[in-house]
Protein backbone atom coordinates (compact mmCIF):
# COMPACT_ATOMS: atom_id res chain seq x y z
CA UNK A 1 0.00 0.00 0.00
CA UNK A 2 1.39 3.67 -1.12
CA UNK A 3 1.73 6.45 1.49
CA UNK A 4 -0.86 8.84 1.55
CA UNK A 5 0.08 11.79 0.02
CA UNK A 6 -0.67 15.21 0.23
CA UNK A 7 0.95 18.09 -1.27
CA UNK A 8 -0.93 21.57 -0.68
CA UNK A 9 0.69 22.89 2.25
CA UNK A 10 1.52 26.01 0.84
CA UNK A 11 -1.88 26.84 -0.49
CA UNK A 12 -5.00 28.48 1.34
CA UNK A 13 -6.67 25.75 3.61
CA UNK A 14 -9.74 25.87 1.72
CA UNK A 15 -8.03 24.26 -1.44
CA UNK A 16 -6.11 21.94 0.82
CA UNK A 17 -9.29 20.51 1.72
CA UNK A 18 -10.85 20.61 -1.72
CA UNK A 19 -7.83 18.59 -2.81
CA UNK A 20 -8.62 16.34 0.03
CA UNK A 21 -11.99 15.44 -0.68
CA UNK A 22 -11.21 15.21 -4.25
CA UNK A 23 -8.73 12.71 -3.69
CA UNK A 24 -11.07 10.62 -1.27
CA UNK A 25 -13.99 10.08 -3.61
CA UNK A 26 -11.20 9.28 -6.13
CA UNK A 27 -8.39 7.27 -4.80
CA UNK A 28 -9.47 7.01 -1.03
CA UNK A 29 -6.90 9.98 -0.22
CA UNK A 30 -4.14 6.96 -1.54
CA UNK A 31 -2.18 6.60 -5.01
CA UNK A 32 -2.50 3.26 -5.66
CA UNK A 33 -1.00 1.51 -8.38
CA UNK A 34 -2.79 -1.86 -9.07
CA UNK A 35 -0.26 -3.98 -12.27
CA UNK A 36 -1.60 -6.55 -13.66
CA UNK A 37 1.41 -9.50 -14.70
CA UNK A 38 1.70 -10.93 -17.31
CA UNK A 39 4.68 -12.63 -19.14
CA UNK A 40 5.66 -10.09 -21.85
CA UNK A 41 8.18 -7.06 -21.75
CA UNK A 42 7.69 -3.94 -23.14
CA UNK A 43 11.02 -2.60 -25.06
CA UNK A 44 11.34 -0.16 -21.60
CA UNK A 45 12.03 -2.79 -19.10
CA UNK A 46 13.45 -5.28 -21.76
CA UNK A 47 15.96 -2.35 -22.10
CA UNK A 48 16.34 -1.39 -18.32
CA UNK A 49 16.71 -4.73 -17.52
CA UNK A 50 19.85 -4.98 -19.28
CA UNK A 51 21.34 -1.26 -18.24
CA UNK A 52 20.52 -0.68 -21.62
CA UNK A 53 17.87 2.08 -21.88
CA UNK A 54 19.62 5.31 -21.16
CA UNK A 55 22.25 4.75 -24.00
CA UNK A 56 19.44 3.73 -26.30
CA UNK A 57 17.54 6.88 -25.72
CA UNK A 58 21.04 9.12 -25.92
CA UNK A 59 21.28 7.31 -29.04
CA UNK A 60 17.69 8.01 -30.08
CA UNK A 61 16.94 11.41 -29.10
CA UNK A 62 13.48 12.85 -29.81
CA UNK A 63 13.79 16.89 -30.25
CA UNK A 64 10.14 18.69 -30.48
CA UNK A 65 9.93 20.65 -33.57
CA UNK A 66 7.24 22.06 -35.60
CA UNK A 67 7.28 22.76 -39.21
CA UNK A 68 5.26 25.72 -40.31
CA UNK A 69 4.48 26.01 -44.44
CA UNK A 70 3.95 29.01 -46.32
CA UNK A 71 0.96 30.04 -46.67
CA UNK A 72 -0.83 27.97 -44.64
CA UNK A 73 -1.37 27.54 -40.81
CA UNK A 74 -0.62 23.85 -40.54
CA UNK A 75 1.36 23.05 -37.67
CA UNK A 76 3.11 19.32 -37.12
CA UNK A 77 3.99 17.75 -35.05
CA UNK A 78 6.92 14.61 -34.86
CA UNK A 79 5.94 11.55 -33.31
CA UNK A 80 8.14 8.53 -32.44
CA UNK A 81 7.63 4.57 -31.40
CA UNK A 82 10.44 2.97 -29.61
CA UNK A 83 9.38 -0.61 -30.22
CA UNK A 84 6.06 -0.20 -27.91
CA UNK A 85 3.92 -0.32 -30.77
CA UNK A 86 2.44 3.31 -29.65
CA UNK A 87 2.93 6.44 -31.71
CA UNK A 88 4.06 9.35 -28.93
CA UNK A 89 4.52 13.02 -29.04
CA UNK A 90 5.38 15.66 -27.01
CA UNK A 91 3.26 18.52 -25.85
CA UNK A 92 3.83 21.03 -22.94
CA UNK A 93 1.77 21.73 -19.62
CA UNK A 94 2.21 24.75 -17.20
CA UNK A 95 3.78 28.09 -17.22
CA UNK A 96 6.60 27.44 -17.44
CA UNK A 97 6.14 24.57 -19.58
CA UNK A 98 6.51 21.18 -18.56
CA UNK A 99 6.76 18.34 -21.19
CA UNK A 100 4.98 15.09 -21.30
CA UNK A 101 4.96 12.31 -24.36
CA UNK A 102 1.40 11.58 -24.48
CA UNK A 103 -0.41 9.40 -27.20
CA UNK A 104 -2.74 11.00 -29.94
CA UNK A 105 -5.57 9.00 -29.65
CA UNK A 106 -8.41 9.36 -31.86
CA UNK A 107 -10.88 6.49 -29.98
CA UNK A 108 -10.92 8.86 -26.86
CA UNK A 109 -11.45 12.74 -26.06
CA UNK A 110 -9.94 13.48 -22.77
CA UNK A 111 -6.22 14.66 -22.46
CA UNK A 112 -4.72 13.47 -18.97
CA UNK A 113 -1.37 13.45 -17.56
CA UNK A 114 -0.18 11.92 -13.95
CA UNK A 115 -0.21 14.48 -10.99
CA UNK A 116 2.58 15.24 -8.63
CA UNK A 117 0.26 13.71 -6.45
CA UNK A 118 0.93 9.89 -7.74
CA UNK A 119 4.08 9.26 -6.23
CA UNK A 120 4.95 5.27 -7.08
CA UNK A 121 8.68 4.34 -6.23
CA UNK A 122 8.56 2.31 -9.51
CA UNK A 123 6.50 4.52 -11.96
CA UNK A 124 9.11 6.04 -14.92
CA UNK A 125 6.38 8.45 -15.99
CA UNK A 126 6.70 12.28 -15.71
CA UNK A 127 4.23 14.43 -13.18
CA UNK A 128 2.95 17.41 -13.19
CA UNK A 129 3.66 19.59 -10.87
CA UNK A 130 0.80 22.23 -10.18
CA UNK A 131 2.73 24.45 -7.76
CA UNK A 132 5.30 25.31 -10.34
CA UNK A 133 2.78 26.39 -12.85
CA UNK A 134 1.56 30.03 -12.45
CA UNK A 135 -1.27 29.73 -14.81
CA UNK A 136 -2.97 26.20 -13.04
CA UNK A 137 -6.39 25.91 -11.84
CA UNK A 138 -8.19 23.97 -9.63
CA UNK A 139 -12.11 22.44 -10.37
CA UNK A 140 -13.98 19.90 -8.47
CA UNK A 141 -14.89 17.72 -11.34
CA UNK A 142 -13.93 14.24 -11.16
CA UNK A 143 -13.59 11.55 -13.60
CA UNK A 144 -12.55 7.86 -14.68
CA UNK A 145 -11.77 6.31 -17.96
CA UNK A 146 -11.37 2.66 -18.93
CA UNK A 147 -9.88 1.56 -21.95
CA UNK A 148 -8.49 -1.27 -23.55
CA UNK A 149 -5.29 -1.68 -21.86
CA UNK A 150 -5.79 -0.08 -18.60
CA UNK A 151 -7.42 2.77 -16.79
CA UNK A 152 -7.39 5.87 -14.68
CA UNK A 153 -9.05 8.28 -12.04
CA UNK A 154 -8.74 11.50 -11.49
CA UNK A 155 -9.65 15.09 -11.04
CA UNK A 156 -10.24 18.33 -14.19
CA UNK A 157 -8.38 21.11 -13.92
CA UNK A 158 -6.75 24.15 -16.27
CA UNK A 159 -3.80 25.21 -17.37
CA UNK A 160 -1.94 26.48 -20.54
CA UNK A 161 -1.43 23.42 -23.41
CA UNK A 162 0.92 23.44 -25.80
CA UNK A 163 1.08 21.37 -29.22
CA UNK A 164 4.26 22.49 -30.96
CA UNK A 165 3.49 25.88 -32.01
CA UNK A 166 -0.41 25.84 -31.22
CA UNK A 167 -1.65 26.89 -27.50
CA UNK A 168 -4.61 26.68 -25.60
CA UNK A 169 -4.66 28.80 -22.49
CA UNK A 170 -7.06 27.91 -19.76
CA UNK A 171 -7.30 24.35 -21.16
CA UNK A 172 -9.45 21.40 -18.95
CA UNK A 173 -7.24 18.13 -18.71
CA UNK A 174 -6.98 15.69 -16.42
CA UNK A 175 -4.55 14.61 -13.48
CA UNK A 176 -4.47 11.21 -12.77
CA UNK A 177 -4.45 10.15 -8.88
CA UNK A 178 -5.17 6.26 -9.67
CA UNK A 179 -3.47 4.38 -12.69
CA UNK A 180 -4.14 0.89 -13.35
CA UNK A 181 -2.01 -0.94 -16.26
CA UNK A 182 -0.02 2.05 -17.43
CA UNK A 183 3.25 0.72 -15.49
CA UNK A 184 6.74 0.66 -17.92
CA UNK A 185 4.74 2.32 -21.07
CA UNK A 186 6.74 4.54 -22.92
CA UNK A 187 3.64 7.57 -22.50
CA UNK A 188 2.90 9.61 -19.56
CA UNK A 189 -0.60 10.86 -20.88
CA UNK A 190 -3.25 10.49 -23.71
CA UNK A 191 -4.26 13.21 -25.80
CA UNK A 192 -7.58 12.69 -27.43
CA UNK A 193 -9.03 13.54 -30.63
CA UNK A 194 -12.67 11.99 -31.12
CA UNK A 195 -15.46 13.81 -30.38
CA UNK A 196 -16.33 15.89 -27.64
CA UNK A 197 -19.56 13.97 -26.89
CA UNK A 198 -17.70 10.94 -25.77
CA UNK A 199 -15.16 12.60 -23.09
CA UNK A 200 -15.55 11.18 -19.91
CA UNK A 201 -14.05 14.28 -17.72
CA UNK A 202 -17.21 16.41 -19.89
CA UNK A 203 -14.59 18.79 -20.63
CA UNK A 204 -14.28 20.25 -23.73
CA UNK A 205 -11.50 18.65 -25.83
CA UNK A 206 -8.32 20.31 -26.90
CA UNK A 207 -8.96 20.14 -30.31
CA UNK A 208 -12.51 21.47 -30.02
CA UNK A 209 -11.26 24.52 -28.21
CA UNK A 210 -8.52 25.17 -30.73
CA UNK A 211 -11.03 25.14 -33.49
CA UNK A 212 -13.33 27.37 -31.49
CA UNK A 213 -11.01 29.87 -30.70
CA UNK A 214 -9.58 30.19 -34.79
CA UNK A 215 -6.16 28.78 -33.95
CA UNK A 216 -6.26 26.38 -36.99
CA UNK A 217 -7.36 27.34 -40.23
CA UNK A 218 -9.14 24.05 -41.12
CA UNK A 219 -11.00 21.38 -39.05
CA UNK A 220 -8.78 19.15 -39.34
CA UNK A 221 -6.11 17.16 -38.24
CA UNK A 222 -3.87 13.76 -39.52
CA UNK A 223 -1.27 11.03 -39.32
CA UNK A 224 1.57 9.80 -41.04
CA UNK A 225 2.75 6.90 -39.33
CA UNK A 226 6.07 5.70 -40.48
CA UNK A 227 7.19 2.16 -41.30
CA UNK A 228 10.35 3.47 -39.32
CA UNK A 229 10.50 2.73 -36.12
CA UNK A 230 12.29 5.95 -34.57
CA UNK A 231 11.72 8.81 -37.01
CA UNK A 232 9.35 10.10 -40.25
CA UNK A 233 6.14 9.87 -37.98
CA UNK A 234 3.84 12.76 -37.83
CA UNK A 235 0.30 14.35 -36.33
CA UNK A 236 -0.51 17.54 -38.20
CA UNK A 237 -3.57 19.78 -37.25
CA UNK A 238 -4.65 22.60 -39.14
CA UNK A 239 -4.53 21.42 -42.79
CA UNK A 240 -2.57 18.51 -44.92
CA UNK A 241 0.93 18.09 -45.90
CA UNK A 242 0.46 16.08 -49.50
CA UNK A 243 4.22 14.99 -49.45
CA UNK A 244 2.67 11.83 -47.18
CA UNK A 245 1.04 10.25 -49.68
CA UNK A 246 0.23 9.34 -52.94
CA UNK A 247 -2.39 9.74 -55.09
CA UNK A 248 -5.70 11.47 -54.10
CA UNK A 249 -7.67 11.29 -50.69
CA UNK A 250 -10.91 8.78 -50.80
CA UNK A 251 -13.26 10.50 -48.84
CA UNK A 252 -15.36 8.50 -46.34
CA UNK A 253 -18.01 9.61 -44.51
CA UNK A 254 -18.68 8.70 -40.82
CA UNK A 255 -21.47 6.42 -39.62
CA UNK A 256 -22.70 9.05 -37.39
CA UNK A 257 -21.25 12.63 -36.70
CA UNK A 258 -19.72 12.39 -32.94
CA UNK A 259 -17.37 9.01 -33.66
CA UNK A 260 -15.06 8.17 -36.15
CA UNK A 261 -16.09 5.32 -37.35
CA UNK A 262 -16.99 4.59 -40.86
CA UNK A 263 -18.89 1.74 -42.92
CA UNK A 264 -16.98 -1.26 -44.47
CA UNK A 265 -18.11 -3.17 -47.37
CA UNK A 266 -16.66 -6.31 -47.19
CA UNK A 267 -13.43 -8.01 -45.97
CA UNK A 268 -12.13 -10.35 -48.17
CA UNK A 269 -8.77 -12.51 -48.20
CA UNK A 270 -8.20 -13.95 -52.06
CA UNK A 271 -11.09 -12.99 -53.35
CA UNK A 272 -13.76 -14.65 -50.79
CA UNK A 273 -15.60 -12.56 -48.45
CA UNK A 274 -14.28 -13.42 -45.01
CA UNK A 275 -15.88 -10.90 -42.77
CA UNK A 276 -18.74 -8.18 -42.80
CA UNK A 277 -20.38 -9.94 -45.62
CA UNK A 278 -23.37 -7.69 -44.58
CA UNK A 279 -21.17 -4.72 -44.10
CA UNK A 280 -19.93 -3.42 -40.58
CA UNK A 281 -18.67 -0.96 -38.80
CA UNK A 282 -14.80 -0.31 -37.98
CA UNK A 283 -13.46 2.44 -35.63
CA UNK A 284 -9.98 4.19 -37.14
CA UNK A 285 -7.87 4.06 -33.89
CA UNK A 286 -4.41 5.63 -34.17
CA UNK A 287 -4.17 4.69 -30.23
CA UNK A 288 -4.06 1.10 -30.81
CA UNK A 289 -1.24 -1.13 -32.27
CA UNK A 290 -3.83 -3.81 -33.70
CA UNK A 291 -6.39 -4.88 -36.30
CA UNK A 292 -9.23 -5.85 -34.05
CA UNK A 293 -12.27 -7.76 -35.07
CA UNK A 294 -15.12 -10.54 -33.87
CA UNK A 295 -13.57 -13.87 -32.64
CA UNK A 296 -14.63 -15.66 -35.24
CA UNK A 297 -13.29 -14.24 -38.36
CA UNK A 298 -9.89 -13.22 -36.36
CA UNK A 299 -9.66 -17.37 -35.82
CA UNK A 300 -10.76 -17.64 -39.53
CA UNK A 301 -8.35 -15.49 -40.61
CA UNK A 302 -5.48 -17.07 -38.32
CA UNK A 303 -6.42 -20.61 -39.39
CA UNK A 304 -6.15 -19.20 -42.87
CA UNK A 305 -2.39 -18.35 -42.40
CA UNK A 306 -1.60 -21.00 -40.56
CA UNK A 307 -0.81 -18.66 -37.45
CA UNK A 308 -0.67 -21.25 -33.67
CA UNK A 309 -1.38 -19.47 -30.49
CA UNK A 310 1.41 -19.10 -27.82
CA UNK A 311 0.06 -17.18 -24.91
CA UNK A 312 -2.06 -14.29 -25.95
CA UNK A 313 -0.24 -14.21 -29.55
CA UNK A 314 -0.40 -16.56 -32.82
CA UNK A 315 2.60 -16.76 -34.34
CA UNK A 316 4.10 -17.95 -38.09
CA UNK A 317 6.82 -18.62 -39.62
CA UNK A 318 8.52 -15.90 -40.47
CA UNK A 319 10.29 -17.37 -43.67
CA UNK A 320 6.65 -17.86 -44.83
CA UNK A 321 5.42 -14.53 -44.54
CA UNK A 322 6.03 -12.94 -48.06
CA UNK A 323 3.94 -15.95 -49.26
CA UNK A 324 1.19 -15.48 -47.06
CA UNK A 325 -2.09 -13.28 -48.46
CA UNK A 326 -3.18 -9.85 -48.04
CA UNK A 327 -6.51 -9.11 -46.00
CA UNK A 328 -8.37 -6.36 -47.86
CA UNK A 329 -10.90 -3.95 -46.68
CA UNK A 330 -13.57 -2.67 -48.66
CA UNK A 331 -14.23 0.80 -47.28
CA UNK A 332 -16.66 3.20 -49.58
CA UNK A 333 -16.30 1.10 -52.58
CA UNK A 334 -12.25 1.13 -52.65
CA UNK A 335 -9.99 -1.36 -51.62
CA UNK A 336 -7.91 -0.97 -48.69
CA UNK A 337 -5.10 -4.22 -48.74
CA UNK A 338 -3.33 -4.84 -45.59
CA UNK A 339 -0.77 -7.20 -46.59
CA UNK A 340 1.08 -9.79 -44.57
CA UNK A 341 4.50 -7.47 -44.21
CA UNK A 342 2.14 -5.10 -42.67
CA UNK A 343 0.01 -7.30 -39.98
CA UNK A 344 3.62 -9.74 -38.76
CA UNK A 345 5.52 -8.17 -36.45
CA UNK A 346 8.35 -9.57 -34.70
CA UNK A 347 8.58 -9.94 -31.09
CA UNK A 348 12.03 -9.32 -28.91
CA UNK A 349 12.95 -12.94 -29.78
CA UNK A 350 12.84 -12.44 -33.18
CA UNK A 351 9.67 -14.46 -33.41
CA UNK A 352 6.82 -13.31 -35.88
CA UNK A 353 2.94 -12.86 -34.72
CA UNK A 354 0.17 -11.76 -36.18
CA UNK A 355 -1.71 -8.25 -35.59
CA UNK A 356 -5.04 -9.34 -35.92
CA UNK A 357 -6.86 -9.59 -32.37
CA UNK A 358 -10.06 -10.50 -31.05
CA UNK A 359 -12.28 -7.63 -29.86
CA UNK A 360 -15.43 -8.60 -27.43
CA UNK A 361 -18.34 -5.74 -27.62
CA UNK A 362 -21.34 -5.69 -26.89
CA UNK A 363 -23.56 -5.10 -30.05
CA UNK A 364 -24.93 -6.95 -32.56
CA UNK A 365 -23.42 -5.59 -35.59
CA UNK A 366 -19.79 -6.53 -36.47
CA UNK A 367 -17.57 -4.27 -34.92
CA UNK A 368 -13.76 -3.75 -36.05
CA UNK A 369 -11.02 -1.77 -35.19
CA UNK A 370 -8.34 -0.26 -37.87
CA UNK A 371 -5.70 0.72 -35.59
CA UNK A 372 -1.62 1.27 -36.52
CA UNK A 373 -1.07 -2.13 -38.57
CA UNK A 374 -3.41 -0.36 -40.85
CA UNK A 375 -2.82 3.12 -40.49
CA UNK A 376 0.75 2.67 -41.41
CA UNK A 377 -0.09 1.77 -45.10
CA UNK A 378 -2.84 4.48 -45.52
CA UNK A 379 -2.22 8.40 -44.46
CA UNK A 380 -5.74 9.29 -42.30
CA UNK A 381 -7.44 12.93 -42.17
CA UNK A 382 -9.93 13.44 -39.89
CA UNK A 383 -12.34 16.37 -41.09
CA UNK A 384 -14.36 17.49 -38.24
CA UNK A 385 -15.87 20.43 -40.95
CA UNK A 386 -17.33 17.35 -42.93
CA UNK A 387 -17.36 14.40 -40.47
CA UNK A 388 -15.46 12.11 -42.76
CA UNK A 389 -12.27 10.15 -42.85
CA UNK A 390 -9.46 10.69 -45.73
CA UNK A 391 -7.16 7.61 -46.87
CA UNK A 392 -4.80 7.33 -49.40
CA UNK A 393 -1.62 5.18 -49.32
CA UNK A 394 0.93 6.39 -47.64
CA UNK A 395 4.22 7.22 -48.98
Not at 20 to 36: D, H, M, Q, T, Y
Request: glycine fraction near 8%.
Amino acid sequence: MLRSQTFLSTWSQERSMKWLVLLGLVAFSECIFKIPLRRVKTMRKTLSGKNMLNNFLKEHPYKLSQISFRGSNLTTLPLRNIWDIFYIGTITIGTPPQEFQVVFDTASSDLWVPSIICNSSTSTHVRFRHRQSSTFRLTNKTFGITYGSGRMKGVVVHDTVRIGDLVSTDQPFGLSVAEYGFEGRRFDGVLGLNYPNISFSKAIPIFDKLKNEGAISEPVFAFYLSKDKQKGSVVMFGGVDHRYYKGELNWVPLIRAGDWSVHVDRITMKGEVIGCSDGCTAMVDTGSSNIQGPGRVIDNIHKLIGATPRGSKHYVSCSAVNALPSVVFTINGINYPVPARAYVLKDFTGNCYTTFKEKRVRRSTEFWILGEAFLRLYFSVFDRGNDRIGLAPAV
